[in-house]
């Protein structure tokens, strides 16, 4: 099975730029999507097919994915942006989608 | 406006059944796949099943085949989670999402409901 890898958390400080890695075997060759999930709500799209946003979300957030791994950008990080943050892509050789395991992203 | 609404969670005894419904409104329900993602208390998104747009093709995680059903009644407007034998490693909360696309490697979840609450517990 495809396997996603993110780092547990990522903090930064209001203002700065915070980058969520996506790690996984040849990941340049699939589409990557992101969703944000702050606590006790339901999953957000935030970004598709890479670096897609959908209408709502702010050009603070942008995706890239490059080799092994994909990455959530998000510039000029607000206290609002807390939560956690999870990657997905589509597991062809199993036919169902694949999550990774989240990054908590902590403003300090 | 697009919505989903899960309903149905609660606390049930291991070995039990459970059904799960999705109430969608503000769309086309029998123009999309729809899917079960759970999470567990203070864990990550799980992917557990997806059924086709005409019911047809249904598909299941290893850890739930056989024990739970997905169905939907596109003219309710439903999408159902029939659960059963269900175990402590079944508490979690279950959200509906609307998959966008056509089932294939570009598609992405883009709308959730908000989710509802299994406890398996004795």
């Known amino acids: 099975s495809y396997v996603l890898t993110q780092p547990p958390s990522v903090s930064v400080a209001p203002g700065q730029t915070a980058r969520i890695a996506c790690g996984a075997n040849?990941?340049?060759?699939?589409?990557v999507h992101w969703y944000q999930q702050k606590p006790g709500q339901a999953p957000v799209l935030v970004v598709y097919h890479n670096y897609d946003r959908p209408s709502g979300i702010p050009e603070r957030f942008y995706g890239s994915n490059s080799e092994n791994t994909a990455t959530l950008t998000i510039s000029r990080v607000e206290g609002g942006d807390e939560g956690d943050y999870y990657c997905q892509v589509w597991d062809d050789s199993r036919n169902q989608p694949v999550f990774g395991g989240g990054t908590k992203l902590t403003v300090l | 406006e697009v919505q989903l609404v899960e309903s149905g969670g609660g606390l049930v005894q291991p070995g039990g059944s459970l059904r799960l419904s999705c109430a969608a409104s503000?769309?086309?329900?029998?123009?999309?796949?729809m899917h079960w993602v759970r999470q567990a208390p203070g864990k990550g998104l799980v992917w557990v099943s997806r059924?086709?747009?005409?019911?047809?093709?249904?598909n299941y995680a290893d850890s739930v085949k056989g024990r739970f059903t997905i169905s939907r009644d596109n003219a309710k407007n439903t999408l159902y989670l029939q659960m059963t034998s269900l175990g402590a490693e079944d508490t979690a909360i279950y959200y509906c999402?609307?998959?966008?696309?056509?089932?294939?490697?570009?598609?992405?979840?883009?709308?959730w409901g908000q989710g509802t609450l299994v406890t398996v517990s004795s």
């Open positions: 503000g769309f086309s329900f029998s123009s999309y796949w």
């Open positions: 999402a609307r998959l966008r696309g056509d089932g294939g490697l570009l598609d992405y979840f883009d709308y």
């Open positions: 040849n990941i340049a060759s699939k589409s």
């Open positions: 059924i086709k747009r005409d019911g047809i093709e249904t």
